[in-house]
T-cell receptor
Framework: NAGVTQTPKFQVLKTGQSMTLQCAQDMNHEYMSWYRQDPGMGLRLIHYSVGAGITDQGEVPNGYNVSRSTTEDFPLRLLSAAPSQTSVYFC?????????????FGEGSWLTVV | QQQVKQSPQSLIVQKGGISIINCAYENTAFDYFPWYQQFPGKGPALLIAIRPDVSEKKEGRFTISFNKSAKQFSLHIMDSQPGDSATYFCAASNGGYNKLIFGAGTRLAVHP
């Protein structure tokens, strides 16, 4: 049971390049999401999904695309990388319980845009 | 606009002492308040969480105190240990899913 797996762990991009951050979970969770973490700002929600085929925007969606074709996978696409997208990206998955959602985070993807 | 304000930014505590981290929120529709612990190079991990229908929740050395009228909640770490040294985030959500609003984080250092 691997939990939430993110790839790549580290990536350097040039301004204007595109790339996809991969996220996979093996816990059959219905909910998945992407956050970015910047110093002094905590984590901010980029996009989220409540099930296969359903996605929606979070706090900071501009410059990112997502899709959810399967329960397991939730890739994050950077369309045209900008230095402002230099950040640590975390994928998360969760399931709902009567007392709240238990959210599991991946180990992060460090992205630098030069 | 920061919906969840966390303080202090950093905290140094002696081994065996009590670590206290505070958060304040604005949106009265929030109904779930988790705390996350993050070690360097790792993703955040759920530590403890509370709903607004209770004023306190305790799990081992970790306690959440919740004040609904003041719109504040805090994390208390009793008998703090060097292994507790990490960054702690409070968060809040309305309606579950993965839509958490995080505080800016507190870097805790517990000195032996």
């Amino acid at each position: 049971n691997a939990g939430v797996t993110q790839t790549p762990k580290f990536q350097v991009l040039k301004t204007g390049q595109s790339m996809t951050l991969q996220c996979a979970q093996d816990m059959n969770h219905e909910y998945m999401s992407w956050y970015r973490q910047d110093p002094g700002m905590g984590l901010r929600l980029i996009h989220y999904s409540v099930g296969a085929g359903i996605t929606d925007q979070g706090e900071v969606p501009n410059g990112y695309n997502v899709s959810r074709s399967t329960t397991e996978d939730f890739p994050l696409r950077l369309l045209s990388a900008a230095p402002s997208q230099t950040s640590v990206y975390f994928c998360a998955s969760s399931y709902s319980t009567p007392t709240g959602n238990t959210i599991y985070f991946g180990e992060g993807s460090w992205l630098t845009v030069v | 606009q920061q919906q969840v304000k966390q303080s202090p930014q950093s905290l140094i505590v002696q081994k065996g002492g009590i670590s206290i981290i505070n958060c304040a929120y604005e949106n009265t529709a929030f109904d779930y308040f988790p705390w996350y612990q993050q070690f360097p190079g790792k993703g955040p991990a759920l530590l403890i969480a509370i709903r607004p229908d209770v004023s306190e929740k305790k799990e081992g050395r970790f306690t959440i105190s919740f004040n609904k009228s003041a719109k504040q909640f805090s994390l208390h770490i009793m008998d703090s240990q060097p292994g507790d040294s990490a960054t702690y985030f409070c968060a809040a959500s309305n309606g579950g899913y993965n839509k958490l609003i995080f505080g800016a984080g507190t870097r805790l250092a517990v000195h032996p």
